[in-house]
């Protein structure tokens, strides 16, 4: 009105839709101006009412905004008992055939043979790689009846050729000729419009409670052209709307030397969106995890072994309430024979790992141990893949393995507190560092250092003395720097901090 009065002015002259809609039938006969004005009356009737109904609740109700696919979806679900995310061995060994194997006439592309080839072997020798880790899990969910969706613009084969979901030459989707009854599987290749696609998996989230619905970027980076989704829907559509969604959203994300449009996913940026408290740690007990994924308005985390995918990927669908899940994928993390675990860490008993302690010689005398590496996520040098194998190959051809322990935090979002004290308790003469490939600025740094020093401040009294240390790129305006001899520096700047002991 105050910035354009002349169009407001013709604006009020003119009719309105309905009068215009309701004179044109009026004219052709359709309906009669008593028929209309009744039609009038009795939905303005209708609104009244719902209107009076309204301002007689005193309380909301949560299901009172659920659609009808959520019926009975709380009823018989208990909020703080998680079932079991492992699976029986002849499940997983007969998905790891199905998933390597095709129809006898089927014309397989050469190069695919060998990917399959492989697949049959891992299966064989009990172990998964990163791909396998996936489809063990979707494989598994689907037996069970669940519906698992994946879109994104190169999820087909993946962005680094590891998935391979369908064989073509002619397509064939093993992973819909598991069994008769199974739930189908949908994956399909979208357009590169990363706003438009992951606003409509968002959306299919929210109708569709027992699916899993995965959004996948190309790469992580490309994540920011659907900043206003994740801002507006996914991080805080359940505290806006009390709409709950258990949407994954796969984000390739590692310094690997390809320059500031392909290494970051902005690990920040999602940080800064949860909502956790620096100043509060949640009472620790037997439903300590539990409680803090309920509280938490989603689930951020940064697996590195494909047992770790394969349980969150589960643990979306068997959890008894919907939450987002952000996954920081790896790229050569996905063919590193060291990042490959055993079908015993997928069995029944075992579960996702919020947090993985370190397991080598420095665990055996923790009393010698003079640091406490913590890291989370990806780091490449040259060949050398993923920050934690990488630390582990730069400490131990250092000869230093027994003076520096590294441990992993897996899940960054809600923050497994409980196993990070007790990690520091186990070496009471080792400083503390965290190591991560991201700049200062960036990267986890920022969220970690003020819950870590509150940690030890509130829970471990006689280490208030230690200053967090810091192992990292320096802080800078650009996700990565263009140039390979650069990034080559950088990454050595980080192994010579954590190899410094004094």
Known sequence: MF??????????????????????????????????????????????????????????????????????????????????????????????????????????????????????????????????????????????????????????????????????????????HLSDKQAPFTICNSSLSEYAVMGFEMGYSLTNPNALVIWEAQFGDFANTAQCIIDQFVSCGQQKWVRQSNLVVLLPHGYEGMGPEHSSARIERFLQLSNDDEDFIPMFGPDFTMQSLHDSNWILANCTTPANMFHILRRQILLPFRRPLCVFTPKSLLRLPEARSSFDDMLPGTSFRPYIPDSGPASE?????????????????????????????????????????????EQLTPLPYDLIKEDIERYPNAVVQWAQEEHKNMGAWTYIRPRLEHLIRRLLPDRTHQKLIYAGRPPSSSTATGRKSMHVMETSQIFKSVLTLS
């Open 3 to 176: 910035t354009q009065p002349l169009m407001y002015k013709r604006i009020r002259k003119q009719p309105t839709v309905l009068e215009k809609y309701a004179k044109k039938l009026i004219a052709e006969g359709v309906v009669t101006e008593e028929e209309l004005k009744a039609e009038e009356a009795k939905y303005s009737k209708v609104c009244d009412e719902a209107y009076a109904e309204a301002k007689a609740q005193t309380v909301m109700y949560n299901r009172s905004w659920l659609d009808s696919p959520w019926e009975g979806f709380f009823d018989t679900r208990d909020p703080m008992k998680l079932p079991s995310t492992g699976v029986e061995e002849s499940e997983l060994v007969e998905i790891g055939k199905a998933v390597s194997s095709y129809p006898p006439d089927f014309v397989v592309h050469p190069g695919l043979k060998r990917v399959l080839a492989e697949r049959e072997t891992l299966t064989k020798n009990r172990t998964a790689n990163w791909a396998l880790g996936e489809f063990l899990a979707y494989g598994s969910l689907l037996k069970q009846g669940t519906h698992v969706r994946i879109s994104g613009e190169d999820v087909e084969r993946g962005t680094f050729a590891h998935r391979h979901a369908d064989v073509d030459k002619m397509t064939y989707v093993p992973l819909n």
């Open 365 to 409: 005398n923790p009393e010698q141990v003079k640091k406490l590496i913590l890291c989370s996520g990806k780091a490449t040098f040259l060949s050398l893949p993923q920050v934690y194998y990488d630390l582990v190959k730069q400490v131990n051809s250092s000869e230093m393995s027994r003076d520096i322990a590294i441990s992993r935090i």
